[in-house]
């Protein structure tokens, strides 16, 4: 006590203390930085998937879009056939009927960030909200597609084999561009032919049955909203890759 060596032995002890809680600060610092470096890498690759992915989405979109362009514009031209008999082009009909057939639907690459669990290594809040609708953004579409499908399916084309040839009509949707715009490969050659039928075909009295033009309409009107739903879904696609641009560069 004389000595004062307590005192010494307690600096010494708040010494040895001071450097083990400093050693501990120091590697927890050293963990956490490296933490947040891989979480940082992690979430640059995540962007970059993501990127690829929403691009990839973004253009199977807009072919979609096209398809159901035509598809409105052809059901228009026949509806005005069938209001205005004097400006038919019977040998327009077989490509018009062919384009109406079709029945485009948006297969998206979601990737599911929230199950997978990892929607929290991004660090934009916008970009997490974004993508979290996402799902939900594009279940409206396909319900406005499948309603299509479902009245071509089931009432449209049972409507044409009745009336019509539907072999004509589908041998002529094998020539269409449009054929060859949802194909995963665009420079795959198509050689699919189901030949003309044998029988003689006139479509100009398809305009004159009472039911033609109610399917026209439906033609003209489901995809018309699928497409006001796409050019919707289009504009969040758009915002996402610019969130996610932001943040790789």
Known sequence: MSDNKVTTYL???IGEIALVVLGILIAVSIDDWNKDRQDRMAER?????????????????????????????????????????SIIKIDSMPSLLATTVNAPTFD?????????????LLSN????????????????????????RKILTEQYTPF????????SILNKFWELED???????????????LNESQNPVDFKP?????????YLADCATWNKIANLQSE??????????????????
Request: aromatic share 6%; glycine share 0%; with cysteine.
């Open 108 to 120: 998206p690459i979601i990737n599911d960030l929230i199950s997978a669990g990892k929607l929290n």
């Open 206 to 214: 398809l305009l004159l049955i009472e039911d033609f033009p109610d």
């Open 45 to 85: 690759e995540l962007l970059e998937q993501l990127s690829r992915e929403f691009k990839s989405n973004l253009d199977q979109l807009d072919e979609k879009i096209l398809v159901r362009n035509n598809m409105i514009n052809a059901s228009i031209k026949l509806l005005s056939y069938c209001d205005n008999p």
């Open 179 to 193: 054929v060859r715009i949802v194909l995963l490969d665009k420079d795959n050659q198509i050689d699919f032919q």
């Open 11 to 13: 600096i010494y002890a």
């Open 232 to 249: 919707t879904l289009r504009k969040r696609i758009v915002e996402i890759l610019e969130l996610i641009h932001e943040e790789i560069i």
């Open 125 to 148: 809040s916008q970009l997490k909200e974004r993508l979290s609708s996402w799902t939900s953004d594009v279940v409206q579409v396909k319900e406005d597609e499948q309603s299509w």
């Open 160 to 167: 044409l084999v009745k009336y019509t040839s539907l072999r």
